[in-house]
């Protein structure tokens, strides 16, 4: 089972921008520890970062037929981006939310989310340790995709 990960504007520039709020870690090593919890559970990872709304909605797109599930931080584009929210609606693969920060306690224009609808879920404010969340939500999505397909095997049989 493949879980895309995408992350949209300025997350490139983690470790250097508004350390008070995003905390020191950088993306890569954030990445590394997803592909360590990856490999220990034999699930297949690939990363991609992206400034550009409509190269996010091209990656979200290339998913389908590619992967079985999208971890995305959408960043800004979370507040602003109906393009980003059909994509996802559009290739109905299981999606988390993540975002570092808690938006629920920031300024109101982050209070909506236009692709929360969309998703399976959100993980918001636990810091970098909110991708980990999401990579625990998504291994019991795979185990219950598993266990459904299965299922529906032993049945035709
Ligand atoms: C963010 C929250 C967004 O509001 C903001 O624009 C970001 C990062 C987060 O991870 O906390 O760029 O998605």
Known sequence: MKVV???GPNLNMLG???QNIY??????????QMKAFAEQNGMEIEFFQSNLEGEIV???QECLGD???IIINPAAYTHTSIAIRDAIAA???PTIEVHISNIYRREEFRHKSLIAPVCAGQISGFGPFSYHLAMVAMLQIFNEMKALQE????QQA
Request: aromatic share 0%; proline share 3%.
């Open 67 to 69: 992967a079985n599930g």
């Open 91 to 93: 290739v109905q693969l």
């Open 151 to 154: 299922a529906q095997k032993q």
């Open 58 to 60: 091209d990656k979200i």
């Open 23 to 32: 905390g020191p870690m950088k993306l890569e090593e954030i990445h590394a």
């Open 16 to 18: 250097l921008r508004e």
């Open 5 to 7: 990960v995408i992350q």
